[in-house]
């Protein structure tokens, strides 16, 4: 018999007894007593994150808009779709609207959902919601104060062509633009 498999939707259990390190505005590290399938019990450092969405927004001239963002934690600048994490008032479609406004200046009118993503299944809980958007409007961006974005329209496949150059290597981006290109060519059939 096989072990089971998580999937992107599989509920997390946080039954373990749980020591809090850390919490703050996106994050909260613990250590977890947790017991191992087969019965061993060990003690885990865990990051829990609230998730986040993330947004492949594609233009009538199949162009995606990437983002140029400056990421401290990743060393430099780097191409991302427009994402943000999830707030406790909302769901992942939610935020994918309001990401999509605040950091690209977009409103779209046709939304599919794509997938999830688990971000770093070795440590942290952090899943991802895919959404491909078109039918796209120009809206006032609002970028908040820690954020350094440049809004780039790309086409798209060029941005498929950046992944194998190694110029994109930003996880949720990746997965994103092959999640859509895959919809986008099954649609086309």
Partial sequence: MLPEILTAETEIDLSSSRKTIYTGDVVSLGIEEVQLPGGRHMALE?????GGAAVVAIDEAERVCLLRQYRHASGGWLWEL??????????????????????????????????????TPGFCDERIHLF????????????H??????IHWVPFN????WIQSGE?????????????????????Q
Avoid: N
Wanted: proline share 6%; charged share 30%.
């Fill in 132 to 143: 491909l958007a078109r039918e796209l409007t120009s809206i006032p961006s609002d970028h």
């Fill in 168 to 188: 994109l290597c930003d996880a949720k981006t990746l997965i994103g633009l092959f999640l859509a290109e895959r919809l986008l060519r099954e649609t086309k």
């Fill in 145 to 150: 104060a820690h954020e350094i974005i440049e």
């Fill in 46 to 50: 865990v990051v829990r994150h609230p």
């Fill in 158 to 161: 060029q941005a498929l062509a």
């Fill in 82 to 119: 427009p994402a943000g994490k999830i707030d406790p008032s909302e769901g992942p479609e939610e935020t994918a609207l309001r990401e999509l406004q605040e950091e690209a200046g977009l409103r779209a009118d046709d939304w599919h959902k794509l997938g999830v993503t688990i971000t």
